[in-house]
Structures are given as structure tokens and as C-alpha cells.
């Protein structure tokens, strides 16, 4: 479930994109996740990816490096570290790639990077203003079957206020 | 003859006091995870309660013999508690910032669409924008004048900001690693992560995220508990109605007084509007089962 949930996460997160190569950059073992901090990295795939042209992204794949977890206080199958890939679209002015980075740590994405790599003025603002937040369409899953310890919502209400309202319903039957 | 169960003898782990109770109109969890004396726990304890009534009885517009209900009768110059100026200070920058939206006048909205001091729930009909800050409010320092009687409403941060001082007094009694959760506003303290989950207003036993935090604040806001006829307790001063494109926000900051503000004021401005001057992550549910992230969130939503 988290898989596939890490996938189609890291789908929407390329919002259209078609992830075509990854790399694993952390290290394997058990060394500490990296923090890709700076935004100005720009990071290059070592074979030039396919392009992709009129496509719509609906599925990601992340191939190459991915071992199963041996640490046991990971519940991901993803081991910790920081996913880079490229991918490639094709805008109005022709074919394009934007750069993004993920940390990942314990089955949560912890830091994302999205680099623009175009050149062209036009895409270069669409990517700058694509990277700035992530929307995506979510669903409810029964906080029993989550590993939580704590719950965030609107306030729970006294006794006072729950008994006003069920006198206002009531008054409204009458 | 049914055979008692035996229960193994669990391995030696830290003592998790978990001290619950109701304060200030809503449920109070705090878990401490780490080993406290029973005495020590009593100790604590009462040092919460009191605190927690020290705050309430300043800034409470639910009860006669607050600071905030005096201000309300009469204008005058009144010396703000110790604790008073940096909350005044939020309130005053957020005010700015977002153009007015953001405001303790809301208190005299809020009672006119119903959400008094007895919950009568009801709307008076005389409901109208409140004065503008400077019309009314005359901060200085310490001591905070009104020009004229005004019910101020502190509830879109002062529960954050009693949660920031009461993880301060636990800190001081010498306690490193709690959680205390105030209906939703949770900060917490220590080595661990704590996963929270967000909670899906339009179902309660069900959450659209979980968010794992460390040494961090995450508040949550949504309209789906306090609501009555067409309102809930968060009322747009401008068009005095309660937003509906949005369902619930959460914000991550490093306080519980910054994240209980922005998560209010997100209801009524753009994230990038408040990234401006404060570094926060966020997510946002809308109406249409969206739900906005800002990339850094160390959050998994679950994607339909």
C-alpha cells in the first residue's frame, strides 16, 4: 500500500511529467539520509532520457538501485535516501526536462527538489510556478488502521456547545 | 474452570504518564515519554490546570470575570499579562498581512451569528464588519487601549499559543519528551517522530493524511464541528460569511501559536501570501476533495 501510494505520489508530483529514468543516490546501509538542501543542484541523469511526446503522466516507475529494506525500524519498502530522476514533456516550444529530487525517509516524502532545466523563458516560469506546491485528489483511510499516535483536526467540542446544538435541531423539528 | 490468562512480563520501557482533561472548550492529551515520579506527575499537573487558568481567565470571552469581557464594557487602557505581547504582536503583523482578514475584532461577528458566551447559537441579525485595528486598537507595549469597548477574540491562536506555554513549564520541570494535543493543536518534544494523523472532516474516523512531526507545532482548522445554520467559528470579516471552498487546514511551524494563526489565516489568504514573511508547510483540503500540500510537508496524503 505504501508502494504504490509512494508511486502515485511521486506521479502527481511530477504533475504531468513521465518519469523515464532514476537514479538511487544515497547510499545503501544504514548511513544517515542525505538533505538535498540546496536548490540550486542540478542534477543530471548519466544516459539522456526518452522523450515523451503527447502524454499525460498516469503512472510512475522507479527502476535501477531499489533493494528491499533490511532496517527494521523502516516500515517502507523504499530504503531512505534521495530519488532523483528527469523527466521529459513537450511543450508548445518543443521537448523539455525538469529535474526533480525526493528524500525520502521512512516511507514519507521529506524534501522535494524541482529544478528547472529549460532554457526557454516561457517554460521556465511554468516549471518555477509548477514546483512551488503539490495538489493532488485524496482519499479517507480509517485512522484505526494508521500507526498514529495523535489525531489533527478541528477542535473537539464541550458539552455546552454539542447541547446547544441539539437543542437548535430539536426547536427546528418543533 | 477458565484458567487466568498469564500475561507476560512486559520489557522494562520508559513510563508514558498520558494526562487527560478538559480545558478551555475542548479535550486535552498530553503524553510524557519519559519517566516521571507519581509526585512529580501531581506536581505537573497542577501547575497545568493553574497555568491553563491564568491564560483563560485573561483572554476567555466565555467567561464574566475575564480580562477580554471587561474590555468589552469598557474602553480604557488595560495592562496586557506577560504573555500578552507576543500574541497582540501575531495578531496585529497577521492582521497586516492579510489585508484585515485576520483580526481579534471578530469576537462582536462571532456573537452576532450566534457563537456567544451562553452558545445560543442563534443569529441576531445585526451581524457587521468590525472596525479596522486602528479605530479601535492602540497597542503599547505592555498595556493595550481601547478606544472604545470592543470584544476581542483570541480563539484562531490562543489555543496554539497555551499549548507553546504550557510545553515551556513541562520543559522547565526538567520533563525533555511529551505531546500534548489541545483538541487537534499538537506540539511536541523530544527524539521521537510523532505521526498525526489529519483527520477528513467530512468523516472523523477517517484521516486524508498522516503528517510526522519532531519538535515541531502541527494545528489543524476545519469548519465541520462548530457550525450552526449557515456558519461555522470561522467568520470572514469583509463578507461575514464562513469559507466553504475549503474544508480544513494544517500548519507545521516551529510554534503552536504560529501554526494555530496560519492555519486560520489560510482560510482566507493564499500560502504565498504568509510565505512572505513566515516559513511554515502546510496542507490544504478543499471543497472539491483536493487537497494542496507545499512540497517540504513531511506528510503522506492518500491519493485517490
Known amino acids: ?174 | 474452570m477458565l484458567l487466568p490468562k498469564l500475561k507476560l512480563k512486559p520489557k522494562p520501557n520508559v513510563e508514558r504518564a498520558l494526562i487527560t482533561f478538559e480545558a478551555i472548550g475542548t479535550s486535552w492529551s498530553i503524553e510524557l515519554l519519559q519517566e516521571v515520579s507519581f509526585d512529580a506527575r501531581l506536581q505537573l499537573e497542577k501547575k497545568i490546570h493553574d497555568r491553563i487558568e491564568m491564560f483563560d481567565q485573561a483572554y476567555s470571552r466565555f467567561r464574566s470575570d475575564s480580562l477580554v469581557t471587561q474590555m468589552a464594557r469598557e474602553a480604557g487602557e488595560y495592562q496586557l499579562p506577560v504573555d500578552g505581547e507576543m500574541l497582540i504582536k501575531l495578531y496585529q503583523d497577521l492582521y497586516r498581512l492579510t489585508d484585515g482578514a485576520f483580526t481579534p475584532l471578530i469576537g462582536q461577528v462571532l456573537v452576532d451569528a450566534g457563537y456567544d458566551a451562553e452558545y445560543s447559537l442563534k443569529p441576531t441579525g445585526k451581524i457587521a464588519s468590525p472596525p479596522a485595528w486602528d479605530h479601535v486598537i492602540d497597542w503599547r507595549g505592555s498595556t493595550l487601549v481601547l478606544k472604545a469597548p470592543a470584544l476581542l477574540d483570541f480563539g484562531a491562536a490562543g489555543k496554539g499559543y497555551l499549548v507553546d506555554l504550557i510545553a515551556q513549564l513541562i520543559e522547565a520541570e526538567g520533563v525533555c519528551a511529551f505531546t500534548i494535543n489541545a483538541g487537534g493543536d499538537i506540539v511536541c518534544r523530544g527524539a521521537e517522530p510523532v505521526r498525526v494523523a489529519l483527520e477528513d472532516p467530512n468523516d472523523t474516523t477517517q484521516a486524508i493524511g498522516v503528517a510526522a512531526i519532531s519538535n515541531q507545532s502541527i494545528c489543524g482548522s476545519a469548519g465541520n464541528r462548530r457550525a450552526w445554520g449557515p456558519y461555522h467559528h470561522t467568520i470572514h470579516p469583509q463578507t461575514l460569511t464562513s469559507p466553504r471552498h475549503i474544508l480544513a487546514t494544517w500548519v507545521i511551524a516551529e510554534s503552536g501559536l504560529l501554526a494555530d494563526a496560519l492555519a486560520t489565516c489560510l482560510l482566507f489568504v493564499t500560502p504565498e501570501v504568509l510565505q512572505k514573511v513566515y516559513t511554515f508547510d502546510y496542507v490544504i483540503l478543499y471543497a472539491d476533495g483536493r487537497a494542496e500540500r507545499s512540497l517540504t510537508a513531511p506528510v503522506e496524503l492518500f491519493l485517490a
Open chain 1, 1 to 174: 500500500m505504501q508502494k504504490k501510494s509512494f508511486l502515485a505520489g511521486v506521479g502527481v508530483l511530477i504533475l504531468g511529467l513521465l518519469l523515464v529514468f532514476a537514479t538511487r543516490k544515497a547510499p545503501a546501509g544504514n548511513e544517515a539520509v542525505t538533505d538535498q538542501a540546496d536548490d540550486s543542484v542540478v542534477t543530471t541523469p548519466t544516459t539522456k532520457p526518452a522523450t515523451v511526446t503527447d502524454q499525460v503522466a498516469t503512472s510512475v516507475t522507479i527502476t535501477a538501485g531499489d533493494k528491499p529494506k533490511t532496517d527494521t525500524a523502516s516500515t517502507s519498502n523504499y530504503t531512505d535516501g534521495t530519488y532523483t530522476a528527469t523527466g521529459a514533456y513537450t511543450a508548445p516550444s518543443g521537448a523539455e526536462e525538469i529535474g526533480v529530487a525526493l528524500t525520502l525517509k521512512n516511507g514519507v516524502i521529506t524534501a522535494v527538489t524541482v529544478t528547472p532545466v529549460s532554457a526557454n523563458p516561457v517554460s521556465s516560469k511554468f516549471q518555477t510556478t509548477v514546483a512551488s506546491n503539490i495538489s493532488v485528489i485524496v482519499v479517507g483511510k480509517s485512522i484505526d488502521e494508521l500507526n498514529v499516535t495523535n489525531v489533527s483536526g478541528s477542535s473537539l467540542t464541550p458539552v455546552g456547545f454539542n447541547d446547544a446544538i441539539a437543542k437548535i435541531k430539536a426547536e427546528a423539528k418543533a
